[in-house]
T-cell receptor, first 113, second 115 residues
Framework: EAAVTQSPRNKVAVTGGKVTLSCNQT?????MYWYRQDTGHGLRLIHY???????EKGDIPDGYKASRPSQENFSLILELATPSQTSVYFC????????????FGSGTRLLVI | AQKVTQTQTSISVVEKTTVTMDCVYE???????LFWYKQTASGEIVFLIR??????ENATVGHYSLNFQKPKSSIGLIITATQIEDSAVYFC????????????FGLGTRVSVFP
């Protein structure tokens, strides 16, 4: 069954540390996305990719990097984690057409202390 | 400025009745796509239904249907014969222009279905 799998499900990180959130999809979708979800802000786009080797900035990219080494994998990297990055992060995949819906992962809950 | 606005924060309904929730959007594109997603209590986010801007007919999938009013930039979600399992947060989202770009989401409407 095609799916989007995120790891880890939960993460506690220290301020200033490096955090990597991973996402793997078996949908063979070209496009992948990273969102964060916060109360009062909904889902906000951080980075996206339209294929292996590509990454693009979304609406709130500051403090985040992304990496797409293959069609299946898309990582979100926090080089210097801050408490303001405490959030729930969702990865999604979709086809490269306007009417394509997303398949979401189950989310990663990140706490930066 | 918010491109996708859901004004209703929460709605409570009795089981087996109909619930309607609103969404208005802003775009300058002539072609765009509107989506509704459901987030369950466990946090899972699933796609429900889509409306393509160039289609005049309202989309329907199962007991979900849309009320697309293009002149008002409005896309309402209607759930008929609600069940307890429909209790969730519902997000409206839009994609415009560049197909590779992500969806823009509204803040969501929490629906609680009571017996």
């Amino acid at each position: 069954e095609a799916a989007v799998t995120q790891s880890p499900r939960n993460k506690v990180a220290v301020t200033g540390g490096k955090v990597t959130l991973s996402c793997n999809q078996t949908n063979n979708h070209n496009n992948m996305y990273w969102y964060r979800q916060d109360t009062g802000h909904g889902l906000r786009l951080i980075h996206y990719s339209y294929g292996a080797g590509s990454t693009e900035k979304g609406d709130i990219p500051d403090g985040y990097k992304a990496s797409r080494p293959s069609q299946e994998n898309f990582s979100l990297i926090l080089e210097l984690a801050t408490p303001s990055q405490t959030s729930v992060y969702f990865c999604a995949s979709g086809e490269n057409r306007g009417n394509s819906d997303y398949t979401f992962g189950s989310g990663t809950r990140l706490l930066v202390i | 400025a918010q491109k996708v606005t859901q004004t209703q924060t929460s709605i409570s309904v009795v089981e087996k009745t109909t619930v309607t929730m609103d969404c208005v959007y802003e775009t300058r594109d002539s072609s765009y796509f509107l989506f509704w997603y459901k987030q369950t209590a466990s946090g899972e986010i699933v796609f429900l239904i889509r409306q393509d801007s160039y289609k005049k007919e309202n989309a329907t999938v199962g007991h979900y249907s849309l009320n697309f009013q293009k002149p008002k930039s409005s896309i309402g979600l209607i759930i008929t014969a609600t069940q307890i399992e429909d209790s969730a947060v519902y997000f409206c989202a839009m994609r415009e222009g560049n197909y590779a770009q992500g969806l823009t989401f509204g803040l969501g409407t929490r629906v609680s279905v009571f017996p």
